[in-house]
């Protein structure tokens, strides 16, 4: 393609209001140009990248006998009712004005509608249905370019199974098609065990790249390879240990003493001798949460426990406990209370007294805490002991490229898509889930392979092969044979975008070569001709070679491979 009649707007400046890398590259690289917030237009060699990338994920969707589909964006909600995800979703679906319809965030809904329709038996069984569509998703804080678009592509398929047997085995095909497509678009990616979410399910796990611009934070260890989002992960911490004899409660005064740090300075104590009160909501009824000392409640964990909660508002707490934030704890507590296990059995603690301005120490919570159970609660900390082994753990910020599920029979139950087995009886089909992200995969290539001036783009996903650069174009010899090169690479099956500008400098050529950051560039100048050469670039390693133009398209054929 001829660079004069291509529409690829590079800029020179960073946009303002990008502050992600591969925001600010795909910007400056004329691949891409804002809509509205988190919405996106793909330009002509933006939208090149997106096919390549769909292309890998097509190619081995359909390795693993994935059957591709197109299914609607714009959904009946009555359907999205059946599985109460309209509610599930909250802010985040799109509903039109006509509220019969929303526009589809994901589509186990609409394939569970068909499924219901066309399995009958477990003949009709396993399936893999799969579709690269548009996703509509009213997010909240869309700020980091297409990594988080409230338009955006998705692979998402689904498997239909006779048993959770056979899920496994659909789950394991997803995994390796996943490596592969992830492997072949040449991202450092890691596995981590992670959280159902709003999806509901039995197992799932994300496949992430490490990167400063993640939302998510995970837990990894370099030793063994244990790596979990933080909203699930373990570590190794010590509970605190029993003392051997058992002081009488009683209530101590601690005017203005809100926090755990205050309570400590106030006492003279450890924070591991506090246990922290949290209350949530769930099922419209107060539950008691304790933590020890600063330990953070990972809600996720929670609600792993007791489905949907919510932090009870400041205003609600008088009236729950008796007591405002600051003051709240388990002795005398009317409720299910839930204990951290670092606590289980401790004695001697200090906790709020359910009384503004009061603490109580020499809290036994076998002998004192009634109606308490125990779980592991906790947010995980980086530097805590690896669960897998002796190691301690990083924590770091990583960003999602795909996640697969194990639904079960959530969304065969709820809208009712059975299955006869061989006796005849009627089963739900057993279901998986499975998406990547197709423009976030593209952004997250960019985050791992670029330099300060631009983009380096591996063989597969470049929009094109090969930038052929004419220095000057109003040089003859320069124009002639550079249109030569480029009718000869082109018909030996190059992708070549062919710089032929003619007001434009030496400079500014490389600079937008080096920005676009095709793999190889091809430059055309006055001295190498005279010796019957051009140079070569190679983006990856910005090193250049004489190549005789005699043997340029033998060496860039070669080069390809
Ligand atoms: P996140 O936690 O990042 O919001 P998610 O858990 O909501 O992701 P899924 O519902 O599992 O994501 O969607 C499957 C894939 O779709 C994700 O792994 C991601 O690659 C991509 N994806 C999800 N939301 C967006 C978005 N707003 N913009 C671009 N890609 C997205
Ligand atoms: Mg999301």
Same mark, same amino acid.
């Given at each position: 393609?001829?660079?004069?009649?291509?529409?690829?707007?590079?800029?020179?400046?960073?946009?303002?209001?990008?502050?992600?890398?591969?925001?600010? &590259?795909?910007?400056?690289?004329?691949?891409?140009?804002?809509?509205?917030?988190?919405?996106?237009? @793909?330009?002509?060699?933006?939208?090149?990248?997106?096919?390549?990338?769909?292309?890998?994920?097509?190619?081995?969707?359909?390795?693993?006998?994935?059957?591709?589909?197109?299914?609607?964006?714009?959904?009946?909600?009555?359907?999205?009712?059946?599985?109460?995800?309209?509610?599930?979703?909250?802010?985040?679906?799109?509903?039109?004005?006509?509220?019969?319809?929303?526009?589809?965030?994901?589509?186990?809904?609409?394939?569970?509608?068909?499924?219901?329709?066309?399995?009958?038996?477990?003949?009709?069984?396993?399936?893999?249905?799969?579709?690269?569509?548009?996703?509509?998703?009213?997010?909240?804080?869309?700020?980091?370019?297409?990594?988080?678009?409230?338009? @955006?592509?998705?692979?998402?398929?689904?498997?239909?199974?006779?048993?959770?047997?056979?899920?496994? &085995?659909?789950?394991?095909?997803?995994?390796?098609?996943?490596?592969?497509?992830?492997?072949?678009?040449?991202?450092?990616?890691?596995?981590?065990?992670?959280?159902?979410?709003?999806?509901?399910?039995?197992?799932?796990?994300?496949?992430?790249?490490?990167?400063?611009?993640?939302?998510?934070?995970?837990?990894?260890?370099?030793?063994?390879?244990?790596?979990?989002?933080?909203?699930?992960?373990?570590?190794?911490?010590?509970?605190?240990?029993?003392?051997?004899?058992?002081?009488?409660?009683?209530?101590?005064?601690?005017?203005?003493?809100?926090?755990?740090?205050?309570?400590?300075?106030?006492?003279?104590?450890?924070?591991?001798?506090?246990?922290?009160?949290?209350?949530?909501?769930?099922?419209?009824?107060?539950?008691?949460?304790?933590?020890?000392?600063?330990?953070?409640?990972?809600?996720?964990?929670?609600?792993?426990?007791?489905?949907?909660?919510?932090?009870?508002?400041?205003?609600?707490?008088?009236?729950?406990?008796?007591?405002?934030?600051?003051?709240?704890?388990?002795?005398?507590?009317?409720?299910?209370?839930?204990?951290?296990?670092?606590?289980?059995?401790?004695?001697?603690?200090?906790?709020?007294?359910?009384?503004?301005?009061?603490?109580?120490?020499?809290?036994?919570?076998?002998?004192?805490?009634?109606?308490?159970?125990?779980?592991?609660?906790?947010?995980?900390?980086?530097?805590?002991?690896?669960?897998?082994?002796?190691?301690?753990?990083?924590?770091?910020?990583?960003?999602?490229?795909?996640?697969?599920?194990?639904?079960?029979?959530?969304?065969?139950?709820?809208?009712?898509?059975?299955?006869?087995?061989?006796?005849?009886?009627?089963?739900?089909?057993?279901?998986?889930?499975?998406?990547?992200?197709?423009?976030?995969?593209?952004?997250?290539?960019?985050?791992?392979?670029?330099?300060?001036?631009?983009?380096?783009?591996?063989?597969?996903?470049?929009?094109?092969?090969?930038?052929?650069?004419?220095?000057?174009?109003?040089?003859?010899?320069?124009?002639?044979?550079?249109?030569?090169?480029?009718?000869? &690479?082109?018909?030996?099956?190059?992708?070549?975008?062919?710089?032929?500008?003619?007001?434009?400098?030496?400079?500014?050529?490389?600079?937008?070569?080096?920005?676009?950051?095709?793999?190889?560039?091809?430059?055309?100048?006055?001295?190498?001709?005279?010796?019957?050469?051009?140079?070569?670039?190679?983006?990856?390693?910005?090193?250049?070679?004489?190549?005789?133009?005699?043997?340029?398209?033998?060496?860039?054929?070669?080069?390809?491979?």
């Amino acid at each position: 393609m001829k660079q004069s009649k291509t529409f690829i707007p590079t800029l020179k400046e960073v946009p303002s209001d990008a502050v992600v890398t591969s925001h600010v &590259l795909m910007l400056r690289s004329g691949m891409i140009r804002p809509l509205g917030a988190g919405i996106y237009s @793909f330009l002509p060699s933006g939208y090149r990248v997106v096919r390549k990338i769909s292309q890998i994920i097509r190619e081995e969707m359909d390795a693993i006998g994935g059957q591709e589909f197109h299914l609607p964006a714009l959904n009946p909600r009555e359907i999205w009712e059946e599985t109460n995800r309209v509610e599930a979703f909250g802010d985040n679906l799109f509903h039109l004005k006509n509220r019969d319809y929303v526009l589809a965030p994901t589509h186990e809904e609409i394939i569970t509608f068909h499924a219901r329709k066309v399995v009958s038996s477990y003949k009709d069984l396993p399936q893999i249905w799969y579709q690269i569509q548009t996703k509509f998703r009213n997010e909240p804080r869309p700020r980091s370019g297409v990594i988080r678009g409230r338009q @955006f592509l998705m692979k998402d398929s689904y498997s239909l199974d006779s048993s959770y047997e056979n899920l496994n &085995l659909s789950y394991e095909l997803h995994d390796k098609a996943y490596r592969k497509i992830f492997d072949r678009c040449g991202l450092k990616y890691f596995v981590v065990g992670a959280s159902s979410g709003a999806m509901g399910g039995t197992g799932s796990e994300e496949f992430m790249i490490k990167s400063e611009a993640g939302e998510d934070t995970v837990a990894y260890c370099e030793a063994c390879g244990y790596a979990a989002n933080v909203e699930v992960a373990n570590s190794r911490v010590n509970p605190k240990e029993r003392d051997s004899e058992s002081k009488l409660v009683y209530e101590i005064s601690t005017p203005n003493v809100k926090s755990i740090d205050e309570l400590c300075t106030f006492l003279n104590i450890d924070e591991s001798q506090c246990a922290k009160s949290r209350i949530y909501i769930s099922d419209n009824k107060p539950v008691l949460v304790l933590m020890l000392g600063n330990d953070e409640v990972n809600e996720t964990k929670l609600e792993k426990i007791l489905g949907n909660v919510r932090p009870a508002h400041p205003d609600e707490l008088k009236e729950i406990t008796g007591a405002d934030a600051g003051s709240i704890g388990p002795v005398a507590f009317n409720g299910k209370i839930i204990v951290d296990l670092r606590l289980k059995n401790s004695n001697n603690m200090f906790s709020g007294a359910n009384k503004n301005d009061y603490h109580i120490g020499g809290i036994d919570f076998q002998r004192d805490v009634v109606n308490h159970e125990y779980h592991d609660l906790r947010i995980i900390k980086a530097g805590e002991g690896c669960p897998k082994c002796e190691k301690n753990l990083e924590v770091f910020s990583a960003i999602e490229l795909g996640h697969i599920f194990k639904l079960g029979t959530k969304y065969s139950d709820a809208m009712g898509a059975l299955f006869l087995d061989e006796s005849g009886k009627e089963h739900p089909i057993v279901m998986g889930s499975y998406g990547i992200g197709v423009e976030r995969v593209m952004a997250c290539f960019i985050e791992q392979h670029h330099d300060e001036k631009g983009i380096k783009w591996n063989k597969l996903l470049a929009p094109f092969d090969i930038h052929l650069i004419a220095l000057n174009m109003k040089n003859e010899l320069i124009a002639k044979t550079a249109e030569e090169i480029y009718n000869n &690479l082109k018909q030996s099956g190059f992708e070549v975008l062919f710089d032929d500008r003619i007001d434009a400098g030496a400079g500014f050529k490389f600079n937008d070569a080096d920005l676009i950051g095709l793999p190889l560039q091809v430059i055309v100048g006055e001295k190498k001709l005279k010796e019957n050469k051009v140079e070569v670039k190679n983006r990856q390693t910005n090193e250049r070679v004489d190549v005789e133009l005699s043997s340029l398209i033998e060496y860039l054929v070669r080069s390809k491979e």
